[in-house]
């Protein structure tokens, strides 16, 4: 239940009532016809693909309770009845994010915000287990991070919350900026800065000035403390910066790491008390820290911490080890960048393997005019590490080859394969036949590849 009426929603966006009454509230808000529920306000939407006017009517029989729309389709009104209230408005998408911002104002409660480069949902996770084993937690859901995500997340809080976890994710300056200013969130994190959405921000500086956009919105920050850079921009522009990692300068530091004896978590001490962590690779390890470092200031005991790391379930399709038939798949195949790339093959080299160690890797997107660079460098990584075959898929597949091959990888050791549901379709049945009892495989790709497909059929028998 939205603990407003359509008339306050109205008022908080500028927006104007054309038909029906103001003084209901909606159960909900849903931008998707599809899955709109009884009593839901439904927002019509302008998408690349698709425009939520075309599903009003389809959204009200369903239930909706209110639809908001344009003003631009006003003239498209005329001789048309609907069972629901109309609301209009000059944006919808901008009405969306005020009437998130004025909402969240209802709501006296901390919130804590999360950005970076790599590792920001699983973090987000994180911190929310941890603060769940003590307070209701209002988190963002899978990764609804973006201009439209975060509006809807704020949209359920309810008086029974008293945390929030908020995601941040962007590919742009000033994006950052706007989701904190409907957010309003106490504190922030930033996991790490690394070379992402250089299509659209040109440069990692770019990258660094945009994740730091949350430091002018809160009084606490935490960052990585093995990043020296952020470190100290961090600190420049936040009095109250708190740094995590493995350096010894770090605030909250993670000492004798000890891999599990099946290689699916480790142990870990910070300031002497032990944690376990139930997650694989070293770079998790530093969203157990956030969740640690963040915990601490609220004033949680170790104790409740730790249960809390252990209890924790993170957003599917991230360091998730799959044992099937024999052997065992890593899938993590919900984005890909140079930097998690590089980590995730540091998981895979990490595991024991009585068989062969195997990626399937899918573009990595939005690097622009380094796209090439940054394939080819990934080809160099997995022919230095212990890789014994390699498979690619997308339009950068013989990029990574090409590394690969330049660095010493026999090219019979190597396959490629054209994007689309044909080439996806082709390598599951070239991986069914590939994959033997011992064997690992990693596979990885930016979100449009959708390898999980490839999983998906993997473990469906």
Known sequence: MIHATIGQMVKWCSGTVIHGEADQNPTGVSIDSRTIRPGELFVALQGTGSDGHLFVEDAMRKGACAALISSKWADDLDGKEFPSALLMSDDPLIALQEIARYYRKLFDIPCVAVTGSNGKTTSKDLIAHVFSEEKSVLSTKGNLNNHIGTPLTLLGLNPNHQMMVVEMGMNRLGEIDRLAHIAAPDMGVITNVGPVHLEFLKSVENVYQAKLELADHVERLFVNGDDPVLVQRA???VSGAITYGFSETCDVRATDIIPTQDRLGMTFRVEGRGYRLNLPGRHNLYSALTAIAVARLFGYSPEIIAEGLIKAKITRWRSQV????????????YNANPASMANSLGMLCDFPAQGKRIVLLGDMLELGEK??????????????????????????????ETGAVENGMRPERIECEESG?????????????????????????????????????LIEN
């Open 235 to 237: 600190k420049e522009r």
């Open 322 to 333: 799959i044992r099937a038939q024999g052997y065992t798949l890593i899938n993590d195949a």
């Open 371 to 400: 796209s090439v660079q940054y394939h080819r460098k990934l080809g160099a990584q997995i022919a230095k590490n212990r890789i014994d075959r390699l498979i690619a898929i997308g339009r950068y597949a013989s990029e990574i």
């Open 421 to 457: 549901q044909a080439g996806l379709d082709r390598l599951s049945d070239r991986m069914r036949g590939l994959l033997k009892r011992g064997d690992v495989a990693l596979i990885k790709g930016s979100r449009s590849m959708k390898l999980e497909k490839i999983v998906g059929k």
